[in-house]
């Protein structure tokens, strides 16, 4: 077994173990060890396969993240979080860009127009559930995210995985958002909703890694 296959199959264990046992239970730093971990594992593994940096960036700084998001069960650090999330959709962005792209078609540009138009729409509906204070931050991300999915959807189709993997990152995001600001804060996590955002998330993550790593072969 090389150490790249030993790396990522220690990954997927890490992220089967929080998906399947951890992922809706109370804070503490086992979980926060696991999650950060899996995540971190696979930039280590781009990395190691030799992935490009805005890739290794992507995944690493979603890491650092998933760091933050899990450090606290409180909000504390929900905007260093997001601010992580935020410069690895950059990342993302420029990678897609620098990647081959499709012939633009018809169905490409109503593809991009769709998605940007119900994450505005789910973004002008979940603005009244967010604080002030945070009603800013939200839609910038919203609009990041939103940018990172169109930049996929232009990828030629050799890179279908990564574009599922972006798409499957926006739905974790949507499930997210639900349980940040739309359930009661003092409302146990049900575990269901925190199962599927966190298998969504890290088989997108994974998906996206793959995808590009395949078709430097």
């Keep these: 077994m090389t150490l790249q296959t030993g790396i990522i199959l220690a990954s997927m264990a890490l992220g089967g173990l929080y998906g399947v046992a951890l992922c809706w239970r109370p804070h503490s730093l086992f979980k926060l060890v696991v999650k950060t971990g899996s995540t971190a594992l696979l930039a280590l593994w781009a990395?190691?396969?030799?992935?490009?940096?805005?890739?290794?960036?992507?995944?690493?700084?979603?890491?650092?993240?998933?760091?933050?998001?899990?450090?606290?069960?409180?909000?504390?650090?929900?905007?260093?979080?997001?601010?992580?999330?935020?410069?690895?959709?950059?990342?993302?962005?420029?990678?897609?860009?620098?990647?081959?792209?499709?012939?633009?078609s018809v169905l490409n540009l109503a593809a991009q127009i769709g998605l940007i138009a119900s994450g505005v729409v789910f973004i002008r509906?979940?603005?009244?559930?967010?604080?002030?204070?945070?009603?800013?931050?939200?839609?910038?991300?919203?609009?990041?995210?939103?940018?990172?999915?169109?930049?996929?959807?232009?990828?030629?189709?050799?890179?279908?995985?990564?574009?599922?993997?972006?798409?499957?990152?926006?739905?974790?995001?949507?499930?997210?958002?639900?349980?940040l600001f739309v359930r009661p804060a003092d409302a146990p996590r049900l575990a269901l909703p925190s199962i599927a955002l966190w298998f969504l998330y890290y088989g997108g993550q994974a998906l996206i890694a793959w995808g590009v790593l395949g078709n430097l072969a």
Excluded: C, N
């Excluded at 504390?76 to 897609?96: E, K, S, T, V």
């Excluded at 959807?153 to 974790?172: D, N, Q, W």
């Design 47 to 104: 990395y190691l396969l030799g992935g490009p940096v805005l890739l290794v960036a992507g995944l690493a700084l979603s890491s650092l993240g998933d760091f933050f998001l899990e450090a606290d069960e409180g909000d504390r650090f929900l905007l260093p979080g997001m601010g992580a999330f935020f410069a690895a959709h950059i990342a993302y962005i420029a990678l897609f860009w620098a990647l081959p792209q499709a012939d633009r």
């Design 125 to 179: 509906w979940l603005a009244p559930s967010v604080t002030k204070e945070m009603r800013l931050p939200v839609i910038l991300y919203g609009g990041i995210i939103l940018m990172m999915g169109a930049a996929a959807l232009r990828l030629e189709p050799a890179y279908l995985p990564v574009l599922l993997g972006a798409l499957m990152f926006i739905a974790s995001d949507v499930i997210l958002s639900f349980q």
